[in-house]
Nanobody
Framework: VQLQASGGGLVQAGGSLRLSCVGSGSAFSSYTIGWFRQAPGKEREVVAAITWGGGTTYYADSVKGRFTISRTNAKNSVYLQMNSLKPDDTAVYYC??????????????????WGQGTQVTVSS
């Protein structure tokens, strides 16, 4: 399953963006998908994740209450709605998938198969 992220851009603090992650192949719906981000000089960190069936989600503390992850398996897509953006949210955002199929637990350390990222820049 190959992933492609899109939807980034430049937005003022307090604004919103919606990122999309589209996957190839029929197996997309079998995998937990996560959004990660990497700011300059920092390590990649998990932002949010959603299990293959959409029943379980995970959010980093820094984005809880502001970001919402969702998925539409019929479209091989996972979305990240980002509201109340802050300058600290500036980063390249990537989507990745769990290495295990049909897992009911979210374990960010298992994620990989990164697609091309999308730049999110939040101005103050």
């Amino acid at each position: 399953v190959q992933l492609q992220a899109s939807g980034g851009g430049l937005v003022q603090a307090g604004g919103s963006l919606r990122l999309s992650c589209v996957g190839s192949g029929s197996a997309f719906s079998s995998y937990t998908i996560g959004w990660f981000r990497q700011a300059p000089g920092k390590e990649r960190e998990v932002v949010a994740a959603i299990t293959w069936g959409g029943g379980t989600t995970y959010y980093a503390d820094s984005v809880k209450g502001r970001f919402t992850i969702s998925r539409t398996n019929a479209k091989n897509s996972v979305y990240l709605q980002m509201n109340s953006l802050k300058p600290d949210d500036t980063a390249v955002y990537y989507c990745g998938r769990d290495s295990q199929r049909l897992s009911s637990h979210i374990q960010p350390s298992r994620f990989g198969s990164w697609g091309q990222g999308t730049q999110v820049t939040v101005s103050s």
